[in-house]
């Protein structure tokens, strides 16, 4: 079993040197695909019902720690997923369906997204919101 395990790790060695990739370790692929730590980051609609978030000329904009968007709502909602240039913020596109989000669990809205990627989260009708995010 030992020996078994040292030419394993020889074999992954040669193999990186030949080959100049790095091999990616479970742990570091599995802290990417599930990274919500606690409750995720907070955000609101404040008082005024909106159908986008953030509004105006802010955007959110995905990490390396994070390979989807994640969202836990304050109560049931459909939302969707808006996407935009990382050159100039200009519009991209939405994602075609809207997403049933549950009252209180996480749920993907956008898989595989690319790091450093603009987005809003729209919101299918105007409503007053709370909840958090991971991404």
Known sequence: MRRTASLLAAAMMAATA????????APAAAARSTCIEGDGVPFSSGSDAQYWFP?????????????DINIKMSASRYAHIC??????????????S??????????????NVQDG?????RF????????????
């Open 18 to 25: 030949l080959t100049g990739a790095s091999i990616a370790t």
């Open 55 to 67: 509004e105006g000329d802010k955007y959110l904009t995905t990490t390396k720690y994070c390979r």
């Open 83 to 96: 996407f935009y240039s990382k050159a100039d913020k200009s519009f991209l596109y939405c994602q075609d």
């Open 98 to 111: 809207w997403k049933d989000l549950p009252e209180k669990e996480w749920a993907v809205i956008a898989q």
């Open 117 to 121: 990627q603009p987005f809003k989260i």
């Open 124 to 135: 299918r009708y105007k409503v007053t919101f709370y909840g958090y995010l991971a991404y």
